[in-house]
């Protein structure tokens, strides 16, 4: 017969059961909210990353370094349909603006510009959405976003241009709008901003559960294969005569 332990081999059979069961119920709307198990448990730690990424205000510092500095950039943009909404938020920050042959040329206060995107990134983390929609008099629907992936995108394109004209640190500048001011607006825009020190509980709690499930699964394959006689031994060492 193959199960050579039945007691080894039925103990890992449980285990596995249970953990399927577990698993399965994962995957089931029965954890709270309007999702299951691995929605929760992400939407958490979108909170708490949200409570740990406003650097915002330390890039506005640097911005500031940024006034009065006069720039002329030509970017190529590869998404040419947000290209409209990138002409219109430059020239709303007092620069001048215009999208020909897959590119824009702009020239302005790079201090300026950079100051207004960092105010919409702002608004859009801190969830005044519609202070954004207001500032520009957009009626689209997700405009707010829109916007804020329109100066990503110009921003983005201004880094290596920037950088050819030996504007260095301007580059590095902008650089940082885009990665800690734009980026982490628009991804955590409609989402509650929620401390470690305030969720230590759930958040040990999610990483013990973890670590036990995780440790459940190994002893339920290690059982079932040690009931079959497929277990873990130390060779013997042969002794010379």
């Not at 596995?16 to 069961?21: D, G, K, R, V």
């Not at 909170?47 to 006069?70: A, D, T």
Request: hydrophobic residues 45%; charged residues 20%.
């Amino acid at each position: 017969m193959l199960i050579r332990d039945k007691s080894l081999f039925n103990r890992g059979l449980m285990l596995m059961a249970s953990f399927l069961c577990i698993f399965v119920s994962l995957f089931l709307p029965i954890w709270g909210g309007h999702g299951n198990g691995l929605d929760a448990a992400d939407n958490m730690f979108n909170r708490l990353s949200k409570g740990s990424s406003y650097f915002i205000p330390g890039v506005q510092k640097q911005v500031l370094e940024m006034n009065g500095k006069q720039v002329t950039v030509t970017a190529k943009i590869k998404d040419t349909a947000i290209a409209p909404m990138a002409v219109a938020n430059l020239i709303k920050a007092g620069a001048t603006a215009e999208f020909k042959d897959d590119s824009i040329t702009y020239s302005g206060d790079l201090g300026a510009i950079l100051a207004a995107a960092l105010t919409d990134a702002d608004d859009l983390f801190n969830d005044r959405g519609q202070a954004v929609i207001d500032r520009y008099s957009a009626t689209e629907k997700g405009a707010e976003k829109t916007i804020a992936k329109a100066w990503w995108t110009v921003l983005d394109a201004s880094i290596k241009p920037m950088q050819k004209q030996k504007l260095i640190k301007e580059a590095k500048v902008v650089g940082q709008v885009n990665k800690r001011g734009l980026e982490p607006g628009y991804n955590f825009y409609g989402i509650a901003s929620e401390k470690v020190l305030d969720n230590v509980l759930p958040l040990v709690g999610l990483l013990v559960f973890y670590v036990i499930y995780t440790m459940w699964y190994g002893y339920a394959i290690f059982d079932m294969f040690g009931g079959i006689g497929l277990g873990m031994s130390k060779p013997k060492v042969k002794k010379e005569a």
